[in-house]
């Protein structure tokens, strides 16, 4: 991706922008994904999902070899899910079901104000650089996802805290969500492929050279070299902090709709209001190969388990 910074909002010539909240989040038009694009266009798409960290498209209705075709242009795509498999026949394409985590968990959550945020796949190393989700079966109310700004989230710390947060790092890992147990699947899938990171807590963008305050709250489990207490309380305080609704955008899905996010600076959150509804809810989401996250001393994230999540090749 072409760097950009914020000091330098691009102009665009091929595609429309439309910002849909201050801090995050722009409907993009006037360009059809299911065709392969033009370099000018890929470009412009690029410089705008670094600017509003996540991009909207309306009326693309992508089969899943077009979605991996898209994908494509902007990088190398991974396995679907580096630990919980792929669509059959299309092993970069991970399906997000309503119902997939029911053959994983049992038991009631423990709900917080944080609950159910997070960045994709943080326990890897290298977690995804982007993620781009699709609408295909979309209920006719409700389901809606949300995104939250971690670039904004940073600067709203105070200066003081800033400069601590810089210096940590936190461990990333799979475990069940509060209050749940994890069923076999689970279980065995987590064991046959382990992913543990320590990642920084300010993660500085490779491309834009923007800090991020990257904390996932459903897989960054305590701060390396703090006291249990002293880890629990300052990420309850820095979860609650980057789920503010100034920091975050809601996003209504249709049929044909696509969610373009940048990784890197983004955390979000998938709906559970629709377990309340008998309504159907199907999307599909490829990822993008992501770099080793780097904090602003300059230190990179350290393996503590498993391998880096690598592009999909054919065998």
Known sequence: MNAITRNAIPTYQRISVKPSAVHIGAEIS????????????IAEIRAALLQWKVIFFRDQHLSHAQHVAFGKQFGDLTLGHPVFGYEPGYPEVYSVGRDRFKSRFDGARLVRPWTGWHTDVTAAINPPAASILRGVVIPPYGGDTQWTNLVAAYHGLSPALRAFVDTL??????????????????????AATPLVSHHPLVRVHPETGEKALYVSPSFLKNIVG???????????????????PEYTVRFKWEEGSLAFWDNRSTAHLAPVDIYETEFERQLYRITLVG???VGPDGKPSVSIEGEPVAAHSVE
């Open 30 to 41: 006037g360009v059809d994904l299911a065709r392969p694009l033009a370099s000018e266009e």
């Open 226 to 244: 703090l006291h249990p207490r002293e880890s629990e309380q300052l990420l309850a305080l820095l979860f609650e902090h980057v789920v503010r």
């Open 169 to 190: 790092q936190g461990e990333h890992k799979f475990t069940p969500p509060e209050g749940n147990k994890a069923k076999q699947e689970f279980v065995s899938k987590v």
């Open 291 to 293: 770099d080793v996250p």
